[in-house]
């Protein structure tokens, strides 16, 4: 009897080390994840997969975050020290506004806390169908249009 080989079916797993390292260096220079999966060829939604299956992956790319932030501050900070901060300011205002935008909109209360807020609902009144109510006898006027 001969053994029968079981073939993998499907396209061969795009998570290898080298997607991953793809990845860090993607977001290392500044993209947003969005592009960095772009980038290394997979969709976002199967790096958030990536992410949430594996904390050494989730532990690089916060890494790779970081170190970004630390080397655009390098930047800065030598070019202030030079007296232009124009070009890095912009790129750390624009790669990450939720820290340096000199401008936020804050969709939280202060500090975190909830907003505050209220709902009220408008509802069109009923129109009850319109009944026709007979005026008593009395108060008819006679057919042919003369008093009694």
Known sequence: MSEVIKRPRGAPTKRTPETATRLCEAVARGLPFTYACRVAGISYSTFCAWRNEDKELDDQLELAVASAVEKRLAVIE????????????????????????????????ADGAPLAAGIQLYLPKKQLPAVEIEAPKALEAPANGQAH
């Open 78 to 109: 030598k070019a202030a020290d030079l007296g232009d901060t124009g070009c890095a300011r912009w790129l750390l205002e624009h790669l990450h506004p939720q820290f340096f935008a000199r401008n936020r909109i804050e969709i939280t209360g």
